[in-house]
């Protein structure tokens, strides 16, 4: 139990001054799009960076919870760690390997020749071919068999560790590596396309913005606009009623200079 103490005051030695770095990057998962613009250049990088950060975490929780969870199936029911599943296993994830290797192979001339204007070339139709026949089905199929056979033979290696040495704290004392490093380099393999695939298809936002005056405003709207909430710099953001979720349309209000602003957002796809 010593180890794991003192692995746990060395991780908080090394990442307790970044404590005071994470409220505020963690402060731009919550913005969106319409606070970004008001943001610096950084602003956007901060928002992704947060967004990244969180979907890791959860994705690693999410497979620490699945290799204990066949940890408990295996060790309910050996038959489970038979040769013959494992190889089925193997096989699974060496073509989900092969799809992922297609689809990052394939990626690579979509931004580069689209640059170039060379649409009608044959190299760019056949990786944009290739990209939506994969995005269609296989690559979700890839990314679940890719989750799941990883999560399988991290509890494979777990329950061999265990059936070594039955005390439990003393074998996670001894491989902590494997317990707690090996998920982060899973979480990274089988995530990285997904990354890839969000990357490539969130849309750029963009808001154009146009002066206007209240009697105008008031001709514009039948309904009532809703006040979502008051900015820093003491600027109001309203919006009308089916507006509130997607911030499609925003009128923003500022009262010390008494004057109105339209917003209207723009969804640019790469």
């Known amino acids: ?40 250049k950084q602003g956007r990088f901060f928002k992704k960076f947060a967004n990244f950060i969180v979907a890791f975490l959860a994705f690693y929780l999410l497979l620490q919870i699945t290799v204990f969870t066949l940890y408990s199936l295996i060790f309910a029911f050996p038959v489970l760690s038979h040769s013959i599943i494992q190889l089925i296993a193997i096989i699974l994830i060496l073509l989900a390997f092969l799809v992922y290797l297609l ?18 070339k044959k190299r760019y139709k ?18 679940c068999i890719a989750f799941f056979t990883c999560s399988y033979f991290q509890a494979l290696n777990i329950n061999t560790l265990f059936l070594k040495n039955e005390n439990v704290s003393k074998t996670f004392e001894n491989n902590l590596g494997t317990f ?14 997904i990354f890839i695939y969000r990357f490539n298809k969130r849309p750029k936002c963009f808001y154009t913005m146009s002066l206007i005056d209240y009697d105008t405003l008031q001709k ?15 600027q109001w953001i309203l919006v009308e009623p089916q507006h509130r979720i997607t911030l499609q349309e925003v009128y923003v209000y500022n009262p010390d200079k008494d004057k109105w602003y339209f917003y209207k957002k723009i969804d640019e796809t790469n």
């Open 103 to 120: 689809y990052i192979y394939a990626w690579t001339f979509i931004p580069v020749e689209k640059n170039r204007e060379t649409i009608q």
């Open 220 to 234: 514009a709207n039948k309904e009532e606009l809703i006040h979502l909430y008051t900015r820093k710099d003491n």
């Open 1 to 40: 139990m010593t180890t794991v103490i003192d692995f746990i005051g060395n991780a908080l030695k090394t990442f307790g001054p970044l404590a005071i770095v994470f409220p505020f990057i963690f402060g731009y998962f919550y913005k969106n799009d319409l606070d970004i613009i008001f943001e610096q």
């Open 126 to 143: 056949r990786s944009k071919w290739i990209i939506d026949t994969i995005e269609k089905r296989a690559l979700f199929i890839s990314v």
């Open 180 to 193: 707690i490093g090996v998920p982060l380099f899973l979480v990274l393999f089988t995530g990285s396309v």
